[in-house]
């Protein structure tokens, strides 16, 4: 999928559920978990060990499933990534290693910035969407006042968000938002429980995209 497609997509969508874990042997069953709930949108991390090898597997068995990668900091990953079939790239700094890597090959890339120049920076180097990382440590209307230099960086906001922070930041203006333990919790996982991040991740797409706090 080219990355217009996957820019337009996570635009409607608003959400991206990440998936940090140390048990790799969870991944597909939280894919399932997405796809039940109607999300449409799974981002795994580089963290989870031996994840680039089975993503060929997950897009095999869930075809409409958009996956991203994040956590990517060498430019061999990205590759590698890419060539087993990911939509798009993530990293958590402003890594200009991995551009032409991505971008190469038409897929979706955000790069991370905290500062306005980093967000620039990233922006100038190619990034489709600047992450903005960690965003649980700034205030919502950090959006609202970045936006009035730079009109046209689409800034989309995670680390540490709940989802009234998620509501927040996207009526501040920020594109879409990425949300972590507060629909993967960490405790559901070592219970298997994936019937409720199921309905945890079915709650925040309803609430995400109603706006509802």
Not at 21 to 28: H, K, L, M, Q, Y
Not at 121 to 137: I, M, Q, T, W, Y
């Amino acid at each position: 999928m080219k990355a217009e497609v996957i820019k337009e997509i996570i635009k409607q969508e608003k959400m991206v559920p990440i998936l940090r874990t140390d048990s790799i042997d969870v991944i597909e069953h939280i894919a399932e978990a997405v796809v039940e709930a109607g999300v449409k949108i799974l981002e795994y991390t580089m963290t989870i060990r031996g994840i680039i090898q089975q993503i060929g597997k997950i897009k095999a068995k869930f075809p409409g499933l958009i996956i991203g990668l994040g956590t990517v900091l060498e430019k061999e990953d990205a590759k590698k990534a890419i060539d087993n079939g990911v939509d798009f790239i993530v990293s958590p700094i402003c890594n200009y290693d991995i551009v032409d890597t991505v971008k190469s090959k038409d897929k979706m890339l955000m790069l991370s910035g905290f500062t306005p120049t980093e967000i620039y920076n990233a922006h100038r180097a190619g990034s489709d969407f600047v992450k903005l990382f960690p965003a649980s440590e700034m205030e919502p209307t950090f959006i609202q006042k970045i936006k009035g230099p730079f009109p046209n960086i689409e800034v989309f906001p995670t680390g540490g968000l709940d989802l009234i922070g998620a509501i927040q930041f996207l009526s501040h203006g920020a594109v879409a938002v990425g949300m972590g333990e507060t629909v993967f919790k960490k405790e559901l996982i070592r219970d298997r429980n994936f019937e409720e991040i199921s309905a945890l991740l079915r709650n925040a797409n309803h609430r995400i995209k109603n706006m509802e706090i």
